[in-house]
């Protein structure tokens, strides 16, 4: 993933566990839809 390091190739947009962790280690990117909301 050479832009965004968030593996949405692997995932394919839905929240997995590596992508809460990985927001949570980069933050939001750009193209990060807002209208979810994540659950600590």
Request: no cysteine; net charge positive; glycine share 0%.
């Given at each position: 993933e050479s832009i965004y390091p968030y593996s949405f190739s692997k995932h394919k947009g839905y929240l997995t566990k590596l992508?809460?962790?990985e927001i949570r280690e980069y933050g939001?990117?750009?193209?990060?839809?807002?209208?979810?909301?994540?659950k600590t």
């Open positions: 992508h809460k962790e939001l990117s750009p193209i990060h839809r807002k209208s979810f909301k994540i």
